[in-house]
């Protein structure tokens, strides 16, 4: 059986409440990769991690107001990202905290169970 992240209903938006199917299961749907804000969900197929810019994130970090950081999860095992994406994210105002993919997801819905105002790039596993 897949593992299940519940939170708080009362905070909104796509829940990750598990991984199926090599992906992440959110709210019935299952996504390889994904972008994830307070509102929505949308599958995400980026590049290798070295090759990520701010370009790949669409409209992601056009959130109103702007979100307080993303959640980058680097897929399988924790990475960094590339320092000339972190540094046009500083630009903007937003800081980037990488870690795995599946412990992307469970910060996920724990920062939103607190009904935190996040934006997440979840890397496919």
Same mark, same amino acid.
């Given at each position: 059986?897949?593992?299940? $992240?519940?939170?708080?209903?009362?905070?909104?938006?796509?829940?990750?409440?598990?991984?199926?199917?090599?992906?992440?299961?959110?709210?019935?749907?299952?996504?390889?990769?994904?972008?994830? !804000?307070?509102?929505?969900?949308?599958?995400?197929?980026?590049?290798? &991690?070295?090759? &990520? !810019?701010?370009?790949? $994130?669409?409209?992601?970090?056009?959130?109103?107001?702007?979100?307080?950081?993303?959640? /980058?999860? !680097?897929?399988?095992?924790?990475?960094?990202?590339?320092?000339?994406?972190?540094?046009?994210?500083?630009? /903007?105002?937003?800081?980037?905290?990488?870690?795995?993919?599946?412990?992307?997801?469970? !910060?996920?819905?724990?920062?939103?169970?607190?009904?935190?105002?996040?934006?997440?790039?979840?890397?496919?596993?």
């Amino acid at each position: 059986m897949a593992p299940r $992240f519940d939170r708080d209903p009362a905070a909104g938006g796509p829940v990750v409440q598990g991984f199926a199917a090599g992906g992440f299961s959110v709210d019935g749907g299952i996504y390889r990769g994904l972008l994830l !804000t307070p509102r929505s969900a949308l599958e995400w197929a980026p590049p290798p &991690l070295a090759e &990520l !810019t701010r370009d790949h $994130f669409g409209n992601l970090l056009e959130l109103s107001p702007e979100p307080e950081f993303l959640i /980058l999860g !680097t897929g399988g095992a924790m990475a960094f990202p590339p320092r000339a994406l972190v540094r046009e994210l500083e630009a /903007l105002g937003i800081g980037i905290e990488a870690m795995d993919s599946r412990a992307a997801a469970r !910060t996920w819905g724990m920062l939103r169970s607190e009904e935190r105002w996040i934006a997440a790039a979840i890397m496919p596993l």
